[in-house]
């Protein structure tokens, strides 16, 4: 019975790395989402290539578009109207994780986007099993496109 403190031991102290693990990766890539952020932010404001588009929307800037995009337009925007320049949204859903099969997986996800300079990024967390996910960035800033996936 001498071998039951020392299992017990062994057992908390891989509970305790395995936390440990979990709360340095989650800093890390907050840490990094965060530098993408600043990053994208600083290419909508003040990026090498800046965007000709004025703030508010004229409808003569449609006239060499498609005729049914042309008829959407004008159906939905008004001239003078402020133009969108920046907007988030947070997603929940399910992810394939497979592509021969079918093996969808619980997600949620943050996305920015910005219109200045056009880029996005987004930050996904999905659920591989209780307690364990995969973290995944997909971005496109100042002109660079990125996707990375991370587990712990």
Do not use: C
């Not at 057992?11 to 989650?26: C, I, K, N």
């Not at 996904?124 to 099993?129: D, G, T």
């Amino acid at each position: 019975m001498m071998w039951l403190p020392w299992l017990g031991l062994t057992l908390g102290s891989l509970a305790v790395a395995a936390f440990g693990l979990r709360a340095h990766g989650s800093k890390r890539w907050a840490a990094s989402i965060l530098t993408l952020d600043h990053r994208l932010e600083a290419a909508r404001n003040g990026g090498e290539v800046r965007s000709a588009s004025p703030a508010r929307f004229d409808s003569r800037e449609l006239l060499d578009l498609p005729a049914p995009v042309q008829r959407y337009f004008r159906a939905v925007l008004q001239d003078g109207q402020p133009i969108v320049s920046a907007l988030a949204i947070e997603m929940v859903g399910t992810f394939n994780m497979s592509s021969t099969n079918e093996r969808w997986l619980p997600f949620s996800s943050q996305q920015r986007i910005v219109t200045g300079r056009p880029g996005f990024l987004w930050d996904a967390r999905i659920s591989m099993a209780p307690g364990m996910f995969t973290r995944v960035v997909d971005s496109y800033i100042a002109g660079e496109g990125m996707l990375h996936a991370a587990v712990l």
